[in-house]
């Protein structure tokens, strides 16, 4: 089994900034892919930004050029650094991450942690 423990949230103004963490630990064979996802009230989850092992960062446009994800493999923990933050942005976070094993590969998710934009 894998943890993951985010950090950060809050309550910020609009154009504020916002850094969330999240530290993956247990039984860690390679992780592979680390994200973060939101999910608004009445909304589906979404994408908000994945990175891959070799730090390569994927982002929808709603988020691009204000979001930023990077992650220490050494730690294995993903942050997410948000900048000119929207009341639009307001929503529970969650982390993900890809355990790759010998005979297996699991996603696991955080407990979420809530991120409120005031206008």
């Known amino acids: 089994q894998v943890q993951l423990v985010e950090s950060g949230g809050g309550l910020v103004q609009a154009g504020g900034s916002l850094r969330l963490s999240c530290a993956a630990s247990?039984?860690?064979?390679?992780?592979?892919?680390m994200g973060w996802y939101r999910q608004a009230p009445g909304k589906q989850r979404e994408l908000v930004a994945t990175?891959?092992?070799?730090?390569?960062?994927n982002y929808p446009d709603s988020v691009k050029d204000r979001f930023t994800i990077s992650r220490d493999n050494a730690k294995n923990t993903v942050y997410l650094q948000m900048n000119s933050l929207k009341p639009e942005d307001t929503a529970v976070y969650y982390c993900?991450?890809?355990?790759?094993?010998?005979?297996?590969?699991?996603?696991?998710w955080g407990q979420g942690t809530q991120v409120t934009v005031s206008s």
């Open positions: 990175v891959t092992s070799g730090g390569s960062a």
């Open positions: 993900n991450a890809q355990n790759v094993c010998p005979r297996y590969i699991h996603d696991y």
């Open positions: 247990g039984t860690i064979c390679t992780i592979n892919d």
